[in-house]
């Protein structure tokens, strides 16, 4: 049984290589293709089959891909939501995950790992695409392993900001602290939680329910 792939992009000719690529590889098909979020919305209930996965542009007319994640995880719990974008802006990629996205995937990804991705999408459901940071990626294929982290309030403040949009100069505002300060905090946490990006702890701080979505 292959798995079930949409693509919602507006650009019509990734959208349309994109949707190639993916019918040449052996473990998917593609069910469906949108221009943008309002366009998916029209064509779902028109489905003889759901997609088991859905790849989405962020920056898109009508009904961006924001929009279009918050609107899926309402109507469609079931569907995997994978984000893939031009865009490697932390803030991007955290909004995209606390929209309800399980994977944040760039445009010039190799086909190689575009195919290991949904496959790990689809048996793990979730994928970080974060290369360097291999500690994390054993962390999430142990999601029963429990381990007890010691944060300061401050670190706990610190956390819950950094997986906001706000930048690093914006969250030292906020907590009336030097950027210095909140390096050394970032830094910290790193350390703690075995990862080697922002993303990489926010999405290992949602695992450990240190915040919610």
Known sequence: MKIKIGLVDDHQLFLKSLSLLLETLPHFE??????HGEDLRQKLPRLPETPDILLIDVNMPVMDGFETTRWLADHYPAIRLAALSMSDKDQAIIKMFRAGCCAYLLKDTHPAELE???LQIHEKG???ADASNVNFRKLLMQADEKQEL??????LQFLKLACSELTYKEIAAKMG???RTIDGYR???????????RV????EALRKEFVTL
């Open 200 to 203: 990489g702890l926010c999405l």
């Open 187 to 197: 830094e910290s946490l790193f350390d703690k939680f075995h990862v080697q990006s």
């Open 116 to 118: 290991k991705a949904l």
């Open 126 to 128: 979730y994928y970080n």
């Open 177 to 179: 602290l030097k950027e």
């Open 150 to 155: 010691s944060l300061t309030a401050k670190e």
């Open 30 to 35: 593609v069910v469906t293709e949108a221009l």
